[in-house]
């Protein structure tokens, strides 16, 4: 897929992706369902093994927007909050690919030199020790401010005494704890 080089076309398709995320933010609760806070994720980049980007330390912001990006979206997208982050530094990256998941993110990455962003969860956690070095990808932290990730489980107040549902929750919220502790 060929990036969208048009300046009028990148700033409406940027506005379209904000309404849909403004949208899908606002529309995932309702007043009559329960919620509870599993774990709390971040984004983090990912880069093939060996990628030129991660041989200097530390990413700058100039060395990341430099870099050709693949980008995961179910709607698909170009644009999300790491590019509303960027522009606020007049800085811009170069979308090559839109997938729908992330691990089709990292496979890309794993044979490319494009580089990810995906959640830290995705490579692995305190169960599931060195994720990242199977999918042949390593991750770095993302030199712009990036809004944190809440995982919550949902459930409506109609199952919330069934002993079965109780259970299960419980079961889920310990499994998340152990997983992925908060530091």
């Excluded at 506005?15 to 609760?29: F, K, M, P």
């Amino acid at each position: 897929m060929q990036p969208h080089t048009d300046a009028a076309s990148n700033v409406n398709r940027r506005s379209v992706a904000r309404a849909r995320r403004t949208r899908t933010r606002t529309n995932v609760s309702a007043p009559e369902m329960r919620t509870q806070v599993l774990f709390r994720d971040k984004y983090v980049g990912v880069a093939r093994i060996g990628h030129p980007l991660l041989a200097g330390g530390k990413v700058s912001r100039k060395q990341y927007a430099a870099c050709s990006h693949v980008v995961a979206s179910q709607l698909g997208d170009f644009s999300g909050p790491v590019d509303d982050a960027l522009e606020k530094l007049e800085l811009r990256r170069a979308v090559q690919v839109v997938v729908p998941g992330y691990p089709d993110a990292m496979r890309i990455v794993r044979s490319s030199d494009l580089i990810a962003l995906v959640p830290r969860s995705s490579l692995g956690n305190a169960l599931i020790k060195d994720r990242a070095a199977t999918l042949g990808v390593r991750s770095f932290e993302i030199p712009v401010r990036m809004p944190e990730i809440l995982i919550s489980a949902m459930w409506h107040p109609r199952v919330d005494a069934d002993p079965a549902q109780r259970q299960l929750r419980h079961a889920v919220l310990a499994v998340c704890k152990e997983a992925y502790p908060q530091e």
